[in-house]
Nanobody, 118 residues
Framework: QVQLVESGGGLVQPGGSLRLSCAAS????????MGWYRQAPGKQRELVAT???????NYADSVKGRFTISRDNAKNTGYLQMNSLKPEDTAVYYC????????????WGQGTQVTVSS
């Protein structure tokens, strides 16, 4: 079992940056892939990025070059560095974990709000 808790969301101006963190409980985190998804009002949840236990990364086209996913297995923590934020990045961001490294969709955090607005 893996439990996930996100932090780091908030309000930021267009062009700004935020860093989301995902703290995981459970010793199996280091062998699971980790991911970030987001859901905007009225839209379906969409994949933002995933990272395998070995560090392979997968990004949605909409965030490539702006967002960076990373993980620190020693700290059981994952991160999403978001730069050059746009209003369309506004959403609730969810941390996830799972065995499929391109989806990482078996376990979910509660979500953290990111709002990009001037």
């Amino acid at each position: 079992q893996v439990q996930l808790v996100e932090s780091g969301g908030g309000l930021v101006q267009p062009g700004g940056s935020l860093r989301l963190s995902c703290a995981a409980s459970g010793s199996i985190f280091s062998i699971y892939a980790m991911g970030w998804y987001r859901q905007a009002p009225g839209k379906q949840r969409e994949l933002v990025a995933t990272i395998s236990s070995g560090g392979y990364k997968n990004y949605a086209d909409s965030v490539k070059g702006r967002f960076t996913i990373s993980r620190d297995n020693a700290k059981n923590t994952g991160y999403l560095q978001m730069n050059s934020l746009k209003p369309e990045d506004t959403a609730v961001y969810y941390c996830s974990a799972g065995r499929n490294w391109r989806k990482a969709d078996e376990y979910w955090g509660q979500g953290t709000q990111v709002t990009v607005s001037s």
